[in-house]
């Protein structure tokens, strides 16, 4: 279990936003935080820190320059999201990202396309492509991915069958419990256990992390074998958890932390 840091881009900045807000309109927009330092500066405290499976999404348009300016920190240490295509995605290698992540490309009108995820994965090598199944609970239980930046929902359920499908072209998962995610209201742990149990690639949770008592039910209900993520809650972006201390997992969870 590791703690594996972000980068959220928006609009060009490092910003920390509700999940549930994000769309194309600014007056709708929950930000929770918005940095005054480059985005290198994270990127180069992380792998000062040897926190390695840290990410920079690009949420929207305008931040290009930015997410280059987080992944030339240092080269091949950061992972990117964010409009991610077979057509761009050599691009971002080339720019010095560790794998792309992919979420929203996989998806034609809310559907699933097979035939997408060939050419996504004749572009991109197996163990340079993460995909991002970020997904909201439904009323009957299941898990329906999202995409366009957690703005649709698709019809795309998780189950044992979607990651084994997937995990077919790629070597982890990147998931965002999008209905608490930005929220620091505790985590969703269903889904925390379905993933422990449905998925044996490597996957990194986020979404409602406030406390340290959060990240011991991530351990617990994901059997120590789920990653974590913490956005809004750190205090590196105006949250309670320190992130010394978080430093702390990056191998096995430490129960005396």
Known sequence: MRFRPC?????GRVKQIVGSSLSDDDARLVTNFIATEPPSYYSNLYYSDGLAGAHVIML????????????GAHLG??????GITPANAQKWLDAGAAQVIVTSFLFVDGKFSPERLRLLAAAVPREKLVLDLSCRPLEDGSYAVCCDRWTHTTQLRLSPETFAMLGEHCCEFLIHAV???????????????????????????????????????????????????????????????????????????????
């Open 77 to 82: 240490f950061l992972q990117v999201g964010g």
């Open 60 to 71: 929207g348009p305008g931040n290009e320059e930015a997410a280059r300016n987080a992944l």
């Open 7 to 11: 980068i959220d881009l928006h609009r």
């Open 179 to 257: 209905a608490v995610e930005g929220k620091q209201s505790g985590i969703d742990e269903t889904l925390v256990r379905n993933l422990s149990e449905w998925c044996d690639l490597p996957i990194t949770y986020a979404g409602g992390i406030h406390t340290l008592a959060d990240i011991q039910a991530i351990e617990r209900f994901g059997n120590g074998r789920i990653d974590f993520t913490v956005g809004s809650a750190l205090d590196l972006f105006g949250g309670p958890l320190r992130y010394a201390d978080l430093k702390k997992f990056t191998g096995k969870f430490l129960a005396n932390a």
